[in-house]
């Protein structure tokens, strides 16, 4: 595909293409071949893969112990209109040459704020001009905009949660610039990560102001959007913990209660986060069920966390067996509702060649490739669907079906089970189960 920037950063680099799991390159795909039709729909169109503005393009590996080892070439002008079109430069020839379709963005990652309000959104509108005409000439989409309301020091006490309304309404203005960028640039969603939406000590903490408080600012945005014309889904994106010791959007199920409680359901969805799953305690796989028991599995960000610490590590997927897992719950639910798989990931502070930046959403976008792949082989070829229709096979005829659908009392128990005796004892054949796992993956 021809480059559309004016600067080629990632040179050496070519377009990734398909070889094949024979292949030793690690400028290839070995699984991901984007046109090849699993279950119905192209890898392409079911994924939906998208590159992380922050991660990619802003993280040069920086941590609490020592600054960045990593030195952007997109990063080196001085002026923030300058610096914004370099690294939109990167973004789009890094997408393209990879072969994804689509980006999502925080507004700071996009061009540096400003010391004002007004001198931000300046900066915002000539950058998203410019990623605009990059769109055109590159069919490249946007899957989701958001705004960074957590990193400035004016929200640390958080954003729409904040004690001061001053800082709600501060908020209030960078949410509103950001859902006009993500408008301009046919977004299609928008995502709410309560970064500070949460609280470190329940003592100076009016908690159920500050949980209303997000539910009035949610709906305000959604309505501001809608006003504009914006046809898109609001995503939230649970986490536990980090930065906060409270996040109020913990995990799925509790975010489903905020959506429920504040009247948001029509327009909100779920953006799923591996490494948050893990952090709440959960695996992957159960908060996409959650989500879809709901009807609310929007989007994933595709990451990977450390089973030996407890933050977010935010690595790049390439755990096959797990992520054949989250795959089943994917196949079975019909897959994403309007969003698709965003690599929120980063290589390691040391990994410190351009090319590793390829190579890891490569091994990302194969790992997600290899396990559709196997979950469908699962659901076609093996006996797991049959196993799991015969396990809960009762509710199907007489009493049990009665009982599903609503028609028996709690006497009507007690009479069939008083005339039944013990139920017979029936295996859960767990280790089965993982077997047909291990043996498709
Ligand atoms: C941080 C979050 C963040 C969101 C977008 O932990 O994952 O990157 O995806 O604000
Ligand atoms: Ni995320
Ligand atoms: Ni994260």
């Known amino acids: 595909m021809a480059l559309i920037g004016d600067k080629e950063f990632f040179k050496g680099v070519g377009d990734i293409k398909f070889e094949g799991a024979a292949s030793d390159n690690p400028l290839a795909f070995k699984f991901y071949n984007p046109e090849q039709v699993v279950a119905g729909k192209t890898m392409r169109a079911h994924f939906k893969f998208a590159m992380a503005y922050w991660h990619t393009l802003c993280g040069n590996g920086g941590d609490p112990f020592g600054p960045g080892t990593k030195s952007f070439p997109w990063s080196v002008a001085k002026d923030p209109i300058e610096a914004a079109r370099d690294k939109a430069d990167a973004a789009f020839e890094f997408i393209t040459k990879i072969g994804f379709d689509y ?6 990652d996009l061009v540096d704020e ?73 977004g299609e969603n928008y995502v709410f990560w309560g970064g500070r939406e949460g609280y470190m000590s329940l003592l100076n903490t009016n908690m159920k102001l500050e949980q209303d408080n997000i539910g009035r600012f949610l709906n305000m945005a959604k309505d501001y959007a809608c006003s504009q014309g914006f046809k898109g889904t609001f995503f939230i994106e649970p986490k536990p913990m980090e930065p906060t010791k409270h996040q109020y959007d913990f995990d799925a199920a509790t975010s489903i209660n905020t959506i429920r409680e504040y009247g948001l359901e029509n327009d909100f969805k779920l953006n799923i986060e591996v490494n948050h799953a893990t952090l709440a305690q959960h695996t992957f796989q159960h908060e996409l069920q959650v989500a879809a028991n709901a009807n609310m599995l929007g ?3 595709a990451n990977r966390g450390d089973y030996q610490n407890g933050w977010d590590t935010d690595q790049f997927p390439n755990n096959v067996m797990e992520t054949t897992e989250a795959m089943l719950v994917f196949l079975k639910s019909g897959g994403l509702q309007g ?5 929120d990931a980063k290589t390691r502070r040391n990994s410190t060649d351009l090319e590793d930046i390829f190579i890891a959403h490569i091994g990302g976008a194969d790992t997600f490739a290899k396990a559709l792949l196997a979950a469908d082989a699962i659901r076609q070829n093996s006996s797991y669907e049959e196993l799991l229709t015969k396990r809960y096979a009762s509710f199907n005829s007489g009493k049990g079906a009665e009982f599903k659908n609503g028609s028996l009392s709690l006497k009507d128990l007690y009479n069939y089970a008083s005339e039944n005796g013990e139920p017979e004892q029936i295996s859960g054949k767990q280790e089965l189960y993982e077997c047909i796992l291990n043996q498709y993956t």
Request: one cysteine or more; proline letters at 2%.
């Open 103 to 108: 980006y999502c963005f925080h507004d700071y």
């Open 339 to 343: 969003g698709g798989i965003n690599f």
């Open 114 to 186: 400003a010391d004002s309000l007004a001198e931000s959104e300046k900066r915002i509108q000539k950058t998203i001009a410019y990623l605009k005409e990059k769109q055109q000439a590159s069919g490249v989409k946007l899957l989701w905009g958001t705004s960074n309301c957590f990193s400035n020091p004016r929200y640390m006490n958080g954003a729409a949660s904040n004690p001061n309304f001053d800082v709600v309404a501060r908020a209030g203005a960078q949410v509103k610039i950001a859902l006009d960028a993500t408008i301009a640039l046919d």
């Open 299 to 301: 989007s994933i960000d």
